[in-house]
């Protein structure tokens, strides 16, 4: 049994990322989501361990300063970031780990974990990723503007990335990540070891 | 739409891959399979251009000068060979090409079309290896020693290929080269020019 994947999901927003890693978790249980850790104070209902790891300033600075972090950010003054430690068990158990991540945060992990899976979700078309940012329905007019013209210059990540998937239907995204996986797993790079073993 | 994949099949004798691209061709009408040249004589029941394109000597010398051939081998006398253009005519019109083929050639192929997808087909262990040599039924212990140990030496080229498919099931190895092909054909530097075009 070799090591899980790091399957990173990102995209810009009204992609649909949240939705296909929700189906995703739901349908493959051999893949765990990663869990983020936060200085931010936990909601009604949020439990610590489940939702996020609900940790203090000081903690989460020191984490930083030791390297337990595979990425952070700092989001209205609260940090959020990815402990490195709760993934890589899970990797070296034989779990695939999911993390849905901002672009920033996948390319901050793919200098430290360059064996991860980048996924780049796409909303199908212009148009489409227009009227998802407005049917939010919460912002005003600027506010719709800002978010457009920063998806835009997200999209010229994707040469970034490994993989793209395009969101124009949940289950065909859904099932081109589970290709991903499986094709991912017949690597020669990825089994050479093990085929040296059996023959 | 973008160009079709080359996916070369190989791997040692024994291994299934004959099976296993006659099943992928079966449910998969969007890949064609690649019809080798030959200078031997057509066998009852073989029909030009579907079995195989038969020619002569003369102009299979010629095509190996014009570098019309993506791989070729003399085998007791006769020339084998795959021509050029079949393949990438079929791949421009967006359908995947498939390409059975022993680990010479499949390498001499890597060398002229380095985009192409090398899968290597494996036994599910070396005792099931042996096995399936013996019961090809027609070799001496000589034929079966041989065939064994140059199976083994064509094992350890398998570093050179993309990706490793064990046939422990015909169906699950189908599947996995199903999921390769899907995996692909959502690779970034594959689809970049679309994604270019339509954000």
Redesign the interface.
Known sequence: MGKGLLIVISGPSGAGKGTICKRLLETNPQIMASISATTRRPRQGEENGVNYFFIDHDRFENMITKGDLLEYAKVYGNYYGTPKDYVIENLEKGNDVLLEIDIEGALQIKEKYREGIF??I?PP??EELKSRIINRGTETEEDIKKRYGSA?SE?SQ??K?????INDDIDRAK??I???I???N???LR??EE?KL??
Chains 1, 2 share one sequence.
């Open positions: 996924v780049f796409l078309s212009l835009m999209i994707v040469i990335y490994d993989y793209v998937v099932e081109d589970e290709a991903i499986r094709a991912e017949c690597k020669v089994v050479h085929i059996r023959f």
